[in-house]
């Protein structure tokens, strides 16, 4: 293969395709105008005019002359020959003589305004290549941007070897500035130190600085710390925030994905700038590794403890307010296990934060202070308790006036969690727990109550005044709830599951069996997703035998079977599935694939009619992970609970998927920035009918609908106080701190709106904030008692919940049927795994939704043709099935 070939022959063949008759684009491109026609009919003979027509088209689009095609698609030919009223059949007269196709071709660039290929274009061309290559240096997105400039400019195409050339210098200019300036930051002996790493030389290998993924327990954060110590040792800071963000993704990828021996391959300059930013991100990989695994290990701690708590049989009130001495020397038992590590993590963290953290990090420079030097007791003063609450330090305090050192030191590492959750406290080098502000794009300076920011919030205001002091009265009424009665519990109805009767099951019926694997390949067939597989490194698509084996790994990922019984398939050896697993198949390759898949679904017209009948909307499943019992204490639960989040579009399309170690209501807003929705609603699990999801749903434009199953006694809330009946609980907003925020929640708002946040990392960062999170608290009051009078009272809405529960009830009955198992469980795999499984398993249930979807839709048609069926019943069919899917052929 030539070196400045940059395609594969599949996107070559792509980008040169004809458009056949049954094409839009020969509707759009091949439709000639009457002044076009007169030009075309003023040659002479047909195949003249045939041909002259055929060449006019083909500048037009795909861009490139008749000299660079062999032949015509037959139904474009009849196509263009019926415009101009003669046989297609002429057309081979037309290619025998060659100066009348470059005399024709010259008279359609000078009569239509096109212009030669010229160095002055290649040069304009190539710059724009390489600032598109700086961003992105996938190259079919830069042969798509070149072919984009060569049409808004009228140039007749070179030929495509001459582009992909471009392509290429493109690439290898922005690759070399990029390596140029990560090895400027390296010096002779830290490239020293990295040549010992990758000739084996040190006694820390790079396969060993990358085997730190740590099990949540003391141990596991001690085999984390030891590779942040020896990376920090290192001393490496790479410069990162000049780099386009899809460029760092994917040269961190690659260079995750090189071992010892490939690095040695490589030039010096991308040799050590490629390790050096590596072990760089690693470190930060790592750091937010330990911090998730003392975030899990205290609210394991704390489940514990509560768990036991409620098992102590006598109490008196004396006890509830103190620790009983039973319970004490459990919680010291059990306490001095966390002690293991958290010396460990307050060395070695640089721990910074707020004015508001003040306190706590000065008791953390103490205790610090205390491990360095040995010290058993400590004597905090007056301030250094300040981040304890007052009515929890008698806990503290011991019979003689002093502090219980343990517990001292757990309520430091309890409130280092919470403090690190809400953003008061950050660390130096993480990821995930930056200063609130580094998450936030640069103001614009908009926003002041006198500014239009300022107008709409005072606008939004006042019709929610109207809205409230309409609605409130009406809850009495429209309950029937005397006067001075509590609201009750009244859950809903349960209906027939998809509300379609027999429909369904007939429909279901009606699929054919068929293999897991052979769905994937049919799938597709169709879309091609198996093209976003590229090579982290060359970025070239997978040729067939690889594609085979690409769906292979994602069934073995998304059935959690693994890879070695599916490497008994006869597409490839173990090895071979172990490289393209290490190539090509990660997060996110699968994530792009998945995008494919649900623009494909949007197409559909079945697909298109639900979209009309539903909202988005998202789950919560609690997954089970079996720990070991080892330090437990008897009774106590030895399952851990994982998360996993996941968000539907209005065409039962999972578009997100995150699996965490701890509940977040924010997560139920991922998935929701960035689709393609006019979001008119999104319903979400019940653990979202909080006030500050409220908030901060409507601060993104998306109407949050809970799926409640009953009513339950909720506080309503004013924005001008008004008398109202006893039994109401009531409290009043404040206006104020909703309008002195705007600018804030803006400025919140277009930073996740611009993609550079996810929305639930920055719901927990916005606890940091107080006038903000107060603001976005009181708009989530507002919003919440709008939403619970409309659910008081409207029959729509509790139905309309209820079909999305459903939607649900099969969605995962889907998931886990396609687990042989038939449960979620992670039991024996590594917290580095999880993500990648769940978003297989995602990938997978849509791929088979997309299946389902399209053989309904025959199925419905042949009914609708034999009178069988009303069209208005296709909203209620349902392809959340999987009842003939087989595993395995």
């Not at 830290?190 to 990358?210: H, P």
């Not at 804030?744 to 960062?765: C, N, T």
């Not at 619970?788 to 209820?802: C, D, P, V, Y």
């Amino acid at each position: 293969m030539n070196a400045k070939e940059v395609l594969t022959q599949e996107q070559r063949r792509r980008f040169k395709s004809i458009p056949e008759a049954n094409d839009p684009k020969a509707v759009q491109y091949y439709t000639f105008t009457q002044e076009q026609l007169d030009h075309i009919l003023h040659h002479r003979r047909d195949h003249n005019r045939l041909g002259f027509a055929v060449q006019l088209a083909l500048v037009t689009y795909p861009g490139w002359p008749l000299l660079h095609y062999e032949t015509i698609p037959q139904s474009t030919l009849a196509y263009i020959a019926s415009q101009i009223h003669v046989s297609p059949d002429v057309f081979s007269d037309y290619a025998k003589r060659e100066p009348t196709r470059r005399e024709h071709l010259e008279e359609i660039r000078r009569t239509y305004g096109y212009a030669r290929f010229a160095k002055q274009h290649q040069r304009t061309l190539a710059d724009m290549l390489y600032h598109r290559a700086w961003e992105d240096d996938n190259p079919a997105v830069l042969m798509t941007a070149a072919v984009g400039w060569l049409r808004e400019h009228k140039l007749i195409f070179p030929a495509i070897s001459t582009i992909e050339g471009m392509i290429w210098e493109a690439m290898h200019r922005a690759e070399h500035h990029m390596y140029a300036m990560l090895g400027a930051a390296v010096t002779e002996e830290q490239k020293s130190l990295l040549d010992g790493i990758m000739e084996g030389k040190m006694r820390k290998s790079l396969s060993w600085l990358r085997d730190g993924a740590g099990a949540c327990s003391p141990e596991g954060f001690l085999k984390v710390a030891e590779r942040i110590r020896c990376l920090s040792e290192f001393g490496l800071r790479v410069d990162t925030e000049s780099i386009p963000a899809k460029r760092l993704q994917k040269v961190t990828l690659m260079a995750s994905s090189y071992d010892s021996h490939l690095y040695k391959k490589l030039r010096p300059e991308k040799k050590y700038g490629l390790l050096a930013l590596h072990l760089q991100m690693l470190r930060s990989a790592y750091i937010d590794e330990a911090i998730r695994i003392h975030d899990g290990l205290i609210t394991r701690f704390i489940a514990d403890m509560r768990q036991h708590r409620k098992k102590e049989k006598e109490r008196t009130p004396a006890e509830d307010a103190a620790l009983t001495p039973a319970f004490r020397a459990l919680f010291k038992k059990r306490f001095f296990r966390l002690r293991k590590y958290a010396p460990v993590l307050l060395e070695l963290l640089d721990f910074q934060g707020s004015d508001s953290a003040a306190p706590l990090l000065e008791a953390v420079r103490m205790l610090r202070q205390m491990n360095e030097n040995g010290q058993r007791h400590l004597d905090p003063t007056e301030a250094m308790l300040n981040f304890v609450p007052r009515k929890r330090r008698r806990l503290l305090l011991n019979d003689r006036g002093g502090v219980y050192g343990y517990i001292y030191e757990l309520a430091v590492l309890v409130e280092l969690r919470n403090q690190l959750r809400s953003g008061h406290v950050w660390v130096d080098g993480s990821v995930l727990h930056k200063p609130y502000t580094a998450y936030l794009l640069p103001d614009s300076g908009r926003g002041s109550t006198d500014c239009p920011e300022g107008n709409r919030m005072n606008t939004y205001l006042q019709d929610r005044q109207r809205l409230l002091t309409e609605s409130l009265p009406l809850v009495s009424h429209s309950t029937g709830i005397p006067h001075g009665y509590v609201i009750r519990s009244m859950p809903l109805r349960s209906r027939h599951p998809g509300q379609s009767g027999r429909l369904n099951p007939y429909l279901h019926s009606r699929l054919p069996a068929i293999c897991l694997l052979d769905l994937l390949k049919e799938v597709d067939s169709w879309i091609g997703f198996t093209d976003q597989f590229v090579h982290v490194t060359t970025r070239r698509e997978p040729e067939q035998e690889e594609k085979d084996r690409i769906l292979s790994l994602l069934v073995g990922l998304g059935t959690m079977t693994g890879v070695k019984p599916i490497a008994q398939l006869p597409s490839g050896t173990y090895r071979q599935y172990m490289n393209t697993l290490q190539w090509r198949v990660n997060e996110e390759a699968i994530a792009q694939a998945q995008r494919e898949m649900i623009a494909f679904q949007k197409r559909l017209p079945l697909a298109a009619i639900w979209a009309e009948a539903y909202g988005t909307s998202s789950d919560l499943l609690r997954v089970p992970v079996t720990r070991s019992s080892e330090g437990a204490f008897q009774g106590a639960d030895t399952t851990d609970r994982y998360y996993l989040y996941r968000c539907m579009n209005e065409q039962s399309m999972i578009v997100s998927t995150r699996i965490t170690d701890y509940a977040q209501p924010g997560f139920l807003l991922e998935g929701t920035t960035g689709q393609d929705s006019s979001y008119a609603r999104h319903y979400c699990h019940y653990s979202g009918y909080v006030d500050r999801l409220f908030g901060f749903s409507h601060l993104l434009g998306i109407p949050l609908i809970p799926r409640l199953d009953r009513f339950q006694s909720t506080r309503l809330y004013q924005i001008d106080k008004k008398k109202m009946l006893p039994f109401m609980r009531t409290g009043l907003i404040n206006t104020r701190v909703i309008r002195e925020a705007s600018t804030a929640l803006r400025q919140a708002r277009d930073s996740i709106r611009a993609g550079g946040v996810p929305p639930s990392l920055l719901y927990e960062k916005l606890r940091s904030q107080q006038d903000a999170d107060e603001a976005l608290r009181d708009i989530g009051r507002i919003e919440k008692s709008l939403f619970f009078i409309e659910f008081l009272r409207s029959n729509e809405l509790h139905a309309g919940i209820e079909r999305d529960s459903l939607r649900w009830q099969e969605m995962n009955a889907l998931s886990k049927q396609l687990i042989p198992q038939q449960e979620w469980s992670y039991n024996g795999r590594s917290a580095e795994e999880y993500p990648l499984f769940a978003l297989a398993n995602s990938f997978i249930v849509n791929a088979v939704i997309v299946w389902n979807t399209v053989y309904l839709e025959k199925s419905a048609q042949e009914l609708m043709a034999s009178g069988k069926l009303d069209e208005a019943m296709l909203s209620q069919v349902s392809p959340r099935y999987g009842g003939h899917l087989m595993l395995q052929s």
